[in-house]
C-alpha cells in the first residue's frame, strides 16, 4: 500500500511539472477570455449528438444550450455563452465524491474498498462487476460511484445525503440544490443501478443497505449546477483542495495526486485513451452534458452542452475544451498546438 501511494503521489507530481512548464504562455487574463470566445463561436453550431433520453427529465432540457467557464486558482472568472444555466451534475460529481471519502478514511481505505483502475467497459456496465474480480474496480464508474457513496460515515440516508449536498456546495462556493424533477425521472428509470448494487452488496463491496446507496447517488446525480459553480468546484482541485472564492481548505493537498490520476485514468468513460490523446487533463464527464477538466495548479475549465455522442460525451463541451487545451499548450504532456 505505501508503494502504491508513493507511485500515485509521482505520476501526479510529474504532471503537475508538465502542466506548470508548458502553461505559462495561457496564464494572461485577456488570452483565457479570447481561447473561450474563440471555443464557442467555433462550436456553438455545431448540431452532432442528441440528448441522453433513457432519462426522461434529461430529454427536454434544451438542445441548444452551451456554456463555457474558465477559474484560475486566484479565482478569476473567464465565461461565454449560457453558463448560469443549471443543469443536473450527473456523473461529474463522482470525482467530489470520491474526494471526501478520501477526506473522511484516506486514499488507502478508497483503493482498498473500491478500486482505482479504468474498466475498458461502459460507465453502467454490469458485465463489469462479473468480470473483475475486485468487482467495483474505480470511484468513476456507476458501481464505483455507488459504492462510494456507501462508504460514507453515516447513520441515515438524510445524513449521507446531507452531508454530500453540504460538501459539494462548500466546494462550488454556493449553496447548490436538489433538481426535484431530475431525481423522480432517474429514480424511475434506475433498474440497471438497483442491480449493480445488490450485485456489489452481493459480492461484499457495498457498505450500506443497497437501496440507500441507490438513492442517495440518484440524489447525488440530480444535483443542479451551473457551469460557473461547476468551475470553481475544479478550481478548488486546481488550487490543491483550497476553494479560490472562499478560501477554504476543503481537500487535503496530500490527497490532490491520487484524486487527479483516477480523473486522468478514468474520468472520460470509456474514451478516456482518445481524451488523453487529445486534450491531455484530467476531467470528469456527464451524461447532464457538463465536463470538467483541472490544469492543476492552473485553473478549471468547463464546458456544458446536453448534445452527447454515443459514448455519453457532450459533443460541443468536449471539443470546446479539447481546442482550449491544444490551442493553449495546457495538456500534461506538454506543447501541442493544432
Given at each position: 500500500?505505501?508503494?502504491?501511494?508513493?507511485?500515485?503521489?509521482?505520476?501526479?507530481?510529474?504532471?503537475?511539472?508538465?502542466?506548470?512548464?508548458?502553461?505559462?504562455?495561457a496564464?494572461?487574463?485577456?488570452?483565457?477570455?479570447?481561447?473561450?470566445?474563440?471555443?464557442?463561436?467555433?462550436?456553438k453550431?455545431?448540431?452532432?449528438?442528441?440528448?441522453?433520453?433513457?432519462?426522461?427529465?434529461?430529454?427536454?432540457?434544451?438542445s441548444?444550450?452551451?456554456?463555457?467557464?474558465?477559474?484560475?486558482?486566484?479565482?478569476?472568472?473567464?465565461?461565454?455563452?449560457?453558463?448560469?444555466?443549471?443543469?443536473?451534475?450527473?456523473?461529474?460529481a463522482?470525482?467530489?465524491?470520491?474526494?471526501?471519502?478520501?477526506?473522511?478514511?484516506?486514499?488507502?481505505?478508497?483503493?482498498?474498498?473500491?478500486?482505482?483502475?479504468?474498466?475498458g467497459?461502459?460507465?453502467?456496465?454490469?458485465?463489469?462487476?462479473?468480470?473483475?474480480?475486485?468487482?467495483?474496480?474505480?470511484?468513476?464508474?456507476?458501481?464505483?460511484?455507488?459504492?462510494?457513496?456507501?462508504?460514507?460515515d453515516?447513520?441515515?440516508?438524510?445524513?449521507?445525503?446531507?452531508?454530500?449536498?453540504?460538501?459539494?456546495?462548500?466546494?462550488a462556493?454556493?449553496?447548490?440544490?436538489?433538481?426535484?424533477?431530475?431525481?423522480?425521472?432517474?429514480?424511475?428509470?434506475?433498474?440497471?443501478?438497483?442491480a449493480?448494487?445488490?450485485?456489489?452488496?452481493?459480492?461484499?463491496?457495498?457498505?450500506?443497505?443497497?437501496?440507500?446507496?441507490?438513492?442517495?447517488?440518484?440524489?447525488?446525480?440530480?444535483?443542479?449546477v451551473t457551469?460557473?459553480?461547476?468551475?470553481?468546484?475544479?478550481?478548488?482541485i486546481?488550487?490543491?483542495?483550497?476553494?479560490?472564492?472562499?478560501?477554504?481548505?476543503?481537500?487535503?493537498?496530500?490527497?490532490?495526486?491520487?484524486?487527479?490520476?483516477?480523473?486522468?485514468?478514468?474520468?472520460?468513460?470509456?474514451?478516456?485513451?482518445?481524451?488523453?490523446y487529445?486534450?491531455?487533463?484530467?476531467?470528469?464527464?456527464?451524461v447532464?452534458?457538463?465536463?470538467?477538466a483541472?490544469?492543476?495548479?492552473?485553473?478549471?475549465?468547463?464546458?456544458?452542452?446536453?448534445?452527447?455522442?454515443?459514448?455519453g460525451?457532450?459533443?460541443?463541451?468536449?471539443?470546446?475544451?479539447?481546442?482550449i487545451?491544444?490551442?493553449?499548450?495546457?495538456g500534461?504532456?506538454?506543447?501541442?498546438?493544432?
Amino acid at each position: 500500500m505505501k508503494e502504491f501511494k508513493q507511485a500515485m503521489a509521482c505520476a501526479a507530481l510529474l504532471l503537475t511539472t508538465l502542466v506548470m512548464a508548458g502553461t505559462t504562455q495561457a496564464l494572461a487574463g485577456g488570452d483565457l477570455q479570447s481561447v473561450v470566445d474563440e471555443a464557442h463561436a467555433k462550436f456553438k453550431d455545431l448540431k452532432d449528438g442528441k440528448n441522453a433520453d433513457y432519462i426522461p427529465e434529461l430529454d427536454k432540457v434544451p438542445s441548444e444550450l452551451f456554456g463555457i467557464a474558465i477559474i484560475t486558482v486566484d479565482g478569476k472568472v473567464y465565461t461565454a455563452g449560457d453558463v448560469d444555466y443549471a443543469f443536473s451534475i450527473q456523473s461529474v460529481a463522482k470525482p467530489f465524491t470520491a474526494a471526501l471519502v478520501m477526506e473522511e478514511q484516506g486514499v488507502e481505505a478508497l483503493h482498498e474498498k473500491i478500486g482505482v483502475e479504468p474498466t475498458g467497459m461502459p460507465f453502467n456496465s454490469v458485465m463489469a462487476i462479473q468480470l473483475n474480480e475486485q468487482r467495483s474496480v474505480n470511484p468513476l464508474v456507476n458501481a464505483g460511484a455507488i459504492a462510494a457513496v456507501s462508504m460514507l460515515d453515516a447513520n441515515s440516508p438524510e445524513q449521507r445525503w446531507d452531508m454530500l449536498l453540504k460538501w459539494y456546495s462548500d466546494l462550488a462556493g454556493d449553496k447548490l440544490t436538489l433538481l426535484d424533477d431530475v431525481y423522480v425521472s432517474e429514480s424511475e428509470t434506475n433498474y440497471n443501478n438497483r442491480a449493480i448494487a445488490n450485485m456489489l452488496y452481493n459480492f461484499g463491496r457495498l457498505y450500506s443497505d443497497p437501496m440507500e446507496a441507490v438513492d442517495v447517488y440518484t440524489k447525488e446525480c440530480s444535483v443542479g449546477v451551473t457551469a460557473k459553480q461547476l468551475a470553481m468546484m475544479g478550481a478548488t482541485i486546481a488550487n490543491n483542495g483550497k476553494n479560490p472564492k472562499t478560501g477554504k481548505q476543503l481537500i487535503s493537498p496530500e490527497n490532490i495526486p491520487e484524486l487527479l490520476a483516477i480523473m486522468f485514468m478514468a474520468g472520460f468513460y470509456d474514451e478516456v485513451g482518445e481524451w488523453a490523446y487529445s486534450a491531455a487533463l484530467p476531467a470528469k464527464t456527464g451524461v447532464g452534458g457538463g465536463i470538467v477538466a483541472v490544469v492543476p495548479g492552473k485553473m478549471a475549465i468547463v464546458a456544458f452542452s446536453p448534445r452527447l455522442n454515443e459514448a455519453g460525451n457532450s459533443v460541443r463541451a468536449l471539443k470546446a475544451i479539447e481546442y482550449i487545451s491544444r490551442s493553449r499548450s495546457l495538456g500534461v504532456f506538454g506543447p501541442n498546438p493544432f
